[in-house]
């Protein structure tokens, strides 16, 4: 039972591996200073904050946010500490609320690394305060307990700090008010932890404290999310797996030399798999990536308008707005911003250097269905006995370090249906190329993400399907056609259209139904394909009508719970004369382009990701050669 406590109240701690989880409603910062057994704080050094924010034993979070993840390991302590008290303010400066009366009662809540919940404490009564004492963890007897305290100060962290009999307390809140200039959140609620009891902490970055979450315990992590007006959230996270042995251990990096930071290592995230953790790293990349960034614009713009606001208060007096006062002024306020910027780019390189070796160690140790086609791993291809958890559909980056590139996994199956844009103003770069370019592009995009997913299914669960009215994409499909991987040849005309789309949803109806009767694949029609499928549809609307219409949308929407799968290739435009009719269709779908576009967003900060296709490199022939091992494995099992 988790223990709810009210101000004085204490409780014993199970355990001395402990998360300290803070949701606010706003950004606040969150820090902890370590004390004596009078609750002296001896020096700077025994404070944890966002300029300084790991000590022996205790990691606290590197900016301000309205949701927060402490670290503590009350053992790893030294012997002197015996208490911790975990500290709350608001951040001066920023256009935020200056008093905690103006706020959500903070909600502060101790857990097991696991996620179960020990304590929690909701702070009530606060007025005129800006900075309070919301717990302490106390060493009495040899035992560690909490105690809900709620003390505020309306002095702010000076105060605070004073209280605890820190000399130079006034110096240590300036200092530490700096260093959240640099990283004033969003407001973006914290993504799952990443920690467990084997599991590392990142040792830089924004999102040191968090990350995607093992499988097993922790909600699953989100990737990008098409922008506002492509449609919903995407979830592409992988299952929770469940398993009866435990995982194995995730790989040790090598000792960093002192004052350097950890040598990365590939696959050193949690899962019971190597698969697993490479997926987890990777998002964990990506996490790190987006809060590094928004750490960085958010310093920028705090940047931006604390110099304002210093030159409006500087020249609001006329007398002084000319002459040599004036000029001073504005170039104290500039000086004063360049410093700011200075020291926020600073932290992102470093946190980018970071980011970019570990890139450097993940990329060549990704298997085929994570690897991008350049990657040495699909020369040693071979047709796979099991499915993976995830497929990399492009890679994402951000404009800060365009070299930087994350893989864009969805999970598998498909939970979703993809669109390739191919309209030339679907993103600035088609917008400047020829028509015919762009189409011509959207399908070898089709082909690429068609080739990877066939490259990664067994030979005898996955079976690809082209719709080409026309024929106008006939020689861009034929590594497709030449390596025989199609259940048909690609069906072209108004008949060939309604064939394949009557035979796919038969499928569907059938599988639905039997699914529903809780009966297995024996009470299908003999000779139906159980096969996982995918529909490749290019140049639509073109051999459309109304019927084929709707049944293109009952497919979008019904066939991805079943094993049908939609992969489009169209211009929106072309099909505006639909009207509304077709809004549902494009919003079911995931929209990627076949040239770089920053369409995409991350789900924690909004990020503009830009997104670029899974392109073999030009005059490559892997794409030929994996198709050929595929094909020649579908056409070796026994029908």
């Not at 939970?415 to 309209?423: A, F, N, T, V």
């Amino acid at each position: 039972m988790t223990a709810e406590l009210v101000r004085g109240q204490n409780h014993p701690l199970p355990q001395t591996r402990l998360e300290i989880r803070v949701s606010a409603g706003t950004p606040i910062v969150a820090g902890a200073t370590l004390g004596d057994e009078q609750g002296r704080v001896r020096g700077a050094e025994q404070v944890a904050h966002p300029g300084a924010p790991s000590l022996p034993g205790l990691e606290v979070s590197r900016q301000a946010a309205a949701d927060h993840r402490l670290a503590v390991d009350l053992e790893a302590l030294g012997e002197g500490v015996h208490r911790v008290n975990v500290l709350l303010a608001l951040p001066l400066g920023t256009p935020g609320p200056s008093r905690f009366a103006a706020v959500a009662a903070p909600f502060v809540a101790v857990t097991g690394l696991d996620g179960t919940e020990i304590a929690s404490y909701t702070i009530t009564g606060l007025g005129a305060e800006s900075a309070v004492v919301a717990l302490e963890l106390y060493r009495r007897q040899g035992a560690w307990k909490i105690r809900a305290i709620g003390q505020g100060y309306a002095g702010g962290l000076a105060d605070m700090l004073a209280d605890q009999g820190l000399p130079e307390a006034g110096q240590l809140a300036t200092a530490i008010q700096d260093a959240i200039a640099l990283g004033v959140s969003r407001s973006v609620a914290a993504p799952p932890p990443r920690t467990s009891d084997d599991a590392r902490v990142r040792a830089a970055g924004p999102g040191a404290s968090g990350g995607p979450a093992p499988a097993d315990a922790q909600p699953p992590v989100t990737p990008p999310q098409q922008a506002v007006g492509d449609g919903g959230p995407i979830n592409y996270a992988h299952p929770r797996r469940q398993t009866s042995t435990p995982p194995p251990p995730a790989p040790v990096a090598p000792p960093a030399a002192p004052g350097e930071p950890a040598q990365p290592v590939a696959g050193d995230a949690t899962g019971w798999s190597m698969d697993e953790r490479l997926y987890n790293q990777v998002w964990g990349m990506f996490e790190d990536l987006a809060r590094a960034v928004a750490a960085y614009r958010s310093a920028v713009d705090f940047a931006d308008s604390r110099m304002e606001q210093e030159i409006d208060r500087a020249l609001s007096d006329p007398r002084g707005r000319m002459g040599p006062a004036g000029d001073q002024a504005r170039e104290q306020a500039r000086a004063k911003r360049e410093e700011l910027v200075a020291r926020a780019r600073e932290a992102l390189d470093r946190d980018l250097g970071q980011l970019t070796a570990e890139s450097e160690v993940v990329e060549p140790a990704l298997p085929p269905a994570y690897a991008r086609w350049d990657n040495p791993v699909w020369h040693a291809y071979r047709v796979p006995m099991e499915l993976p958890m995830a497929l990399r559909i492009g890679d994402l980056q951000l404009p800060e370090q365009p070299e930087l590139r994350i893989p864009m996994l969805v999970r598998l199956p498909l939970e979703r249906g993809l669109w390739i844009d191919s309209g030339r103003g679907g993103s600035e770069a088609a917008a400047f190329m020829d028509s015919d370019q762009v189409k011509g592009l959207a399908v070898d995009t089709a082909v690429a993400i068609a080739a990877r997913l066939l490259a990664v299914y067994p030979a005898h669960e996955f079976a690809v399907h082209v719709i080409d009215p026309a024929g106008s994409a006939a020689a861009r499909l034929a590594p497709l056609t030449r390596a025989g991987v199609l259940a048909a040849p690609p069906a072209a005309g108004a008949a060939g259209v309604a064939e394949v789309l009557a035979r796919l949803i038969e499928r569907v109806d059938l599988v639905q139904m039997a699914v529903r009767a809780g009966a297995g694949a024996d009470a299908l029609p003999p000779g139906m394909d159980t096969a996982e499928q995918l529909l490749i549809v290019n140049d639509f609307p073109h051999g459309f009508d109304d019927r084929a219409l709707n049944q293109l949308r009952y497919l979008a929407d019904e066939g991805p719970s079943v094993g049908v799968h939609l992969l489009m290739v169209a211009d929106r435009e072309e099909a505006s004369e639909y009207g509304p009719v077709l809004q549902p269709l494009w919003r079911s779908l995931l929209r990627l382009t076949p040239v770089p576009d920053d369409h995409l967003a991350d789900p924690w900060v909004g990020h503009p990701w830009t997104y670029e296709p899974p392109l073999t490199p030009p005059g490559s022939r892997i794409l030929e050669q994996v198709l050929g091992q595929v094909g020649e494995a579908r056409a070796a099992w026994p029908r």
